[in-house]
């Protein structure tokens, strides 16, 4: 083997490229080490005047991968975390915390996280159960999207999607002039056994019930029970 300062000296040590005089960088007195950079401020800085790329390549028949590894003692603490800064200020990370299982220590979830002003705050996490909340650390339903907080908790027969707020609530379907809007119900024998629809060609809706048109309402108001070209207000057929 090799050993430069087997002495522990507070010594740099500096390798120079052809054009770059800190291409590699030793800070003795730290125990940091630069590449681009004579001033590392962590134990390894990457630094260009144009731009920094690093590369994992495996030739053979596997994959790469970064490992970040922390033995936490508390639930929701960060293990690892990739940050973005805009000239020194975070203005975006993505962390991956512990989970609630502080024993076993099997268990994680991860945040999403943006400025908007210099202040970081959690706008999206991913719970170790596979739930996503929006707004939400701790998500009612598979998606639920929160903006503000009801008192109130999803049924659980529907808690798939979750639209919470303090006041109203609610979702858009935003179609074309021409085209449609609509909510289809499907089972494994039919994928439209069911749907509500709104046609925005005439400004009409309809629903539909067992793979067929029940209920029309057209853009005057006019409703048709069992004929989709109703005539007057409460017309049947």
Do not use: C
Not at 83 to 94: E, P
Not at 106 to 128: C, K, N, Q
Request: cysteine-free; overall charge negative.
């Amino acid at each position: 083997e090799v050993v430069f300062n087997e002495d522990s000296a507070d010594i740099d040590f500096r390798v120079e490229s052809d054009g770059n005089a800190n291409m590699l960088f030793v800070d003795g007195g730290n125990n940091r080490v630069g590449i681009g950079t004579a001033s590392p401020s962590n134990q390894l800085h990457l630094e260009s005047a144009t731009s920094t790329t690093m590369l994992m390549k495996n030739t053979g028949n596997s994959g790469s991968q970064i490992d970040g590894d922390a033995n936490r003692s508390s639930a929701d603490s960060t293990i690892m975390g990739i940050v973005g800064k805009w000239n020194g200020t975070s203005v975006a990370d993505m962390l991956i915390v512990s989970g609630a299982d502080t024993t076993h220590k099997d268990d994680g979830e991860i945040v999403f996280r943006t400025a908007p002003s210099g202040t970081l705050g959690e706008r999206m996490r991913i719970t170790s159960g596979g739930n996503i909340g929006i707004g939400e650390s701790s998500p009612l339903a598979t998606l639920h999207v929160k903006q503000a907080d009801s008192g109130a908790s999803v049924h659980g027969s529907a808690d798939q999607l979750a639209i919470e707020n303090s006041s109203n609530a609610g979702l858009s379907i935003l179609s074309g002039t021409s085209g449609e809007g609509a909510v289809y119900f499907g089972d494994s024998g039919d994928n439209d056994i069911g749907r509500v629809r709104y046609n925005h060609s005439d400004n009409s809706m309809d629903f539909k019930t067992n793979a067929s048109v029940a209920m029309t309402i057209d853009s005057s108001g006019n409703v048709g029970i069992g004929t989709t070209s109703p005539q007057t207000v409460g017309g049947g057929k």
